[in-house]
Each structure stands twice: as structure tokens, then as C-alpha cells.
């Protein structure tokens, strides 16, 4: 057994080494400190040419421009607080800012690469254009905007459910195996597959790699030792660190995009501006977790699952395969996760740190909805999608995940088992 254990774990390096470097990745010894951010009209369209500059507390000024894909990057000598402005004059003819904040504001960079929201508008001239907060058009796309992330968030969330139901795991490495499975259609991309093809290779890939050799080398091992849970979680946090750094090594820090359908011209659907890889990958995030609901409800492993959620005793003394449910439930969340991971990749950037990113939105819509229901985290995964999505309206861009976790702290003070989870008796 130990051995076969051994050479599992060398094929699975050797697989994801050899992925890497087919890609013609370079490898990068640490991420740069940068302020990083795109810069795209509300139809998804790259808004190219944009000067954004950052002055330290000594003067020192650095700069980086928008490129054809609305990619901007400031290097930045270090951390610290930082004067960040737009240049409005480079904005191109018809496009404003939506918050004249943005012109000029104070910042904090710790280290590694800062994400900046900039909210850009069309129509008038160019400059600042501050946008009425509370009108019906701008509720109604942020309503659909936050539908479309919260299939998102459902994606990585069922399988994290799957698993906690399964296992009893609180699996903090979840985030990454979003970002794995982007990082993987990334690879496959730069070697020259279009990301059509890329992204399903990527998804079979990271759902037999990531989580069913994951589990097979990691996870069975310690649970056939008797690993108690508290100590699973504290192995799955130290994972997720190694992983979120083995990406920096080889991808670096700067966000990266796929070569095809970065920049895509907008369409709008009445009142709602979207684009179309967006409503493709929303369509396709539904059908991916219909078929995991029917799955789950209709077939004999689906059923098998759910036996061992309720009580694995039970299960195995009824003859049902504790262990190849586990594994059948690894590969279903990693394949999942996977997907999420390259829906962010196509409708935002693969940055090494996207999965730390969303991992909070996600223990959110897990706990919001029911640990361990697939049913509490999709429906927790939507209701946190629009929420995250209006407070926009209200509070700054950047601090939207913020309210997405005072809502569940308010929902758990009046249902502790939260929205569709059953009681259970502590003590």
C-alpha cells in the first residue's frame, strides 16, 4: 500500500510539473509588490490607453497604462501608503468614472499585488460622471450581475459541501483548487489550445489530479490514521498556502488572461449590459449543477452519498463503499471547483491569489445556506452573489465582501443552522 501511495504521489508531481513547464511558463521567485486592476466598460469592453500613477510618502512616482486587454499593473518599490490617481484626461471620448473618489485616493499596499475596482461608465464626456445610486437600471444589473456570481460561488460551494458532508472536512484549500483549475486551462492555453478545448481538459484534469489523487495520497491516509478533524483543517490551511505559493513560483504574481475572449465587445439585453462569454458561462454553470442536484438525487452513487452523509456507519454496514464514495465526491467538488476557477478566468483575470480571494464568499454561502447541503449552498451561494453585488450601492466597491458576511452573521443570530441546514444538538 505504501508504495503504491509513493508512485501515485510521483505521477501526480511529475503530471503537474510536466503541465507547467509544457506551458513555456516562466517560473518567478516571489510576487511583486503592484497595484494591479482592468479597465473595461459596463458591456465588458477593455478600455485601453488609461494612465494610473502611485506616488509614495517621499514623491516617488511610478505609473502603469491600460493595455489592450484593460490590464494596467503599477510596480511599486515596496509597501505602504500610496496616492493612487487616474489620469482623466487619457480616458477615451465618452467614458467617466462612476465615483470621483476614484480620481484620487489614499491607499494601503501591504505587499504582493493590490486589486483596484474602478467603476467606468459610457455617455457624456470624458471625466468624472458620479452615477445615481438607487435608479431601477442600475439595480437591475447589479441584480443579474450578482445572479451570474453567485453560480460562481454555487460551484465552488457544492463541492466544499459535498466534502464537509461526506467527511466532516471544513476544507480551507477549497479556494485553491479553483485556482488550480484555472491556472491548468492557463497552461494548456499558452500551449497553444484554444480555451474551448482547454477549459473541459482542464476541468477532467483537475477533477482526477487535484481531487481524486488528492484525496487518494492526502486525506484517506489521514483519515485511515484516525486524524481528528481540527487537525484535517489545520493540514488543509498549511495546503492551501503551499499551493497559493507553488502558483506564485510558476505563474508569478502579475494577473494573467487567456488568449481568447479576453476582451469582448458588450451586448445589452434591455435594461442589463453583460456580455456574451458571460451568459454562455452562466448557462453552462446552471446545467453543470443541475446535472450535480440530479446526480446526487437520482443515481446509485448520488444516493450512496447522501447515505454516508447521514451517518457513514451506517452506510458501511450496509455494504456501501465508504471510501470510493469519498473519492467519487473529491472528484465531482475538484471538477466543479475547476470550472469556477475558469469562469473567473474568463470574466475577470487568473491571478495566483483568486482562490484565497473568494474563499471567505464561499464559507459564507456554505454556512449561510446549511453545512452540508447541496441544496443550503446554492441557494446560500445566490442569495450572497446578489447581496455582495447591491451593497455597491451603498458602500465602496472594495468592501463588498464585508457585507456579505454581515449578512450571514445576521442570518445565523436568528437560524444558527442556517437556511435550509436541520438542528443539531450541541452538548
Known amino acids: 500500500m505504501l508504495r503504491r501511495v509513493r508512485l501515485a504521489l510521483g505521477v501526480l508531481l511529475l503530471a503537474t510539473i510536466a503541465l507547467f513547464v509544457s506551458g513555456g511558463l516562466s517560473p518567478a521567485t516571489a510576487a511583486d509588490t503592484t497595484i494591479t486592476g482592468t479597465l473595461s466598460t459596463p458591456g465588458g469592453e477593455a478600455v485601453v490607453g488609461v494612465l494610473v500613477t502611485a506616488t509614495d510618502a517621499d514623491g516617488v512616482l511610478t505609473s502603469g497604462t491600460s493595455d489592450d486587454k484593460g490590464v494596467f499593473v503599477v510596480p511599486l518599490p515596496a509597501g505602504g501608503t500610496y496616492l493612487v490617481e487616474v489620469d482623466i484626461t487619457t480616458l477615451p471620448e465618452g467614458i467617466t468614472l462612476n465615483n470621483a473618489e476614484d480620481a484620487s485616493r489614499s491607499l494601503l499596499v501591504l505587499g504582493g499585488e493590490k486589486r483596484l475596482l474602478i467603476g467606468l461608465s459610457e455617455g457624456g464626456e470624458s471625466g468624472i460622471s458620479e452615477v445615481e445610486s438607487g435608479t431601477s437600471e442600475r439595480v437591475i444589473q447589479l441584480f443579474l450581475d450578482g445572479i451570474l456570481y453567485g453560480l460562481v460561488i454555487a460551484l465552488g460551494a457544492v463541492g466544499m459541501n459535498l466534502v464537509f458532508g461526506?467527511?466532516?472536512?471544513?476544507?480551507?484549500?477549497?479556494?485553491?483548487?479553483?485556482?488550480?483549475?484555472?491556472?491548468?486551462?492557463?497552461?494548456?492555453?499558452?500551449?497553444?489550445?484554444?480555451?474551448?478545448?482547454?477549459?473541459?481538459?482542464?476541468?477532467?484534469?483537475?477533477?482526477?489530479?487535484?481531487?481524486?489523487?488528492?484525496?487518494?495520497?492526502?486525506?484517506?491516509?489521514?483519515?485511515?490514521?484516525?486524524?481528528?478533524?481540527?487537525?484535517?483543517?489545520?493540514?488543509?490551511?498549511?495546503?492551501?498556502?503551499?499551493?497559493?505559493?507553488?502558483?506564485?513560483?510558476?505563474?508569478?504574481?502579475?494577473?494573467?488572461?487567456?488568449?481568447?475572449?479576453?476582451?469582448?465587445?458588450?451586448?445589452?439585453?434591455?435594461?442589463?449590459?453583460?456580455?456574451?462569454?458571460a451568459l454562455i458561462l452562466g448557462l453552462l454553470a446552471v446545467i453543470a449543477l443541475t446535472a450535480t442536484v440530479t446526480w446526487l438525487q437520482r443515481s446509485r452513487i448520488g444516493k450512496a452519498t447522501r447515505a454516508v452523509s447521514d451517518n457513514p456507519a451506517l452506510a458501511s454496514a450496509t455494504g456501501i463503499d465508504v471510501e470510493r464514495v469519498i473519492s467519487v465526491v473529491w472528484i465531482v467538488g475538484a471538477g466543479l471547483a475547476a470550472f469556477a476557477g475558469i469562469y473567473l478566468g474568463l470574466t475577470q483575470n487568473t491571478v495566483w491569489n483568486m482562490g484565497q480571494r473568494i474563499l471567505l464568499v464561499l464559507f459564507a454561502a456554505v454556512i449561510l445556506g446549511g453545512l452540508g447541503t447541496i441544496y443550503g449552498a446554492i441557494v446560500g451561494a445566490m442569495v450572497v452573489g446578489i447581496f455582495v453585488q447591491l451593497t455597491t450601492l451603498v458602500i465602496p466597491t472594495e468592501m463588498k465582501t464585508v457585507g456579505a458576511l454581515f449578512l450571514m452573521i445576521l442570518i445565523l443570530m436568528v437560524r444558527p443552522q442556517g437556511l435550509l441546514g436541520r438542528k443539531e444538538r450541541v452538548g
Open 166 to 277: 461526506t467527511t466532516g472536512l471544513t476544507n480551507f484549500s477549497q479556494g485553491e483548487l479553483l485556482s488550480l483549475g484555472a491556472f491548468t486551462a492557463l497552461a494548456i492555453n499558452t500551449a497553444g489550445v484554444n480555451i474551448i478545448i482547454a477549459a473541459p481538459i482542464a476541468i477532467v484534469f483537475a477533477a482526477f489530479v487535484y481531487g481524486w489523487g488528492q484525496n487518494r495520497i492526502l486525506w484517506r491516509p489521514l483519515r485511515r490514521r484516525k486524524t481528528g478533524l481540527i487537525a484535517a483543517m489545520i493540514v488543509s490551511i498549511g495546503l492551501a498556502i503551499f499551493l497559493r505559493y507553488t502558483l506564485v513560483l510558476f505563474f508569478g504574481g502579475a494577473p494573467s488572461s487567456y488568449k481568447q475572449f479576453a476582451g469582448q465587445p458588450g451586448i445589452e439585453i434591455g435594461p442589463f449590459n453583460t456580455t456574451p462569454k
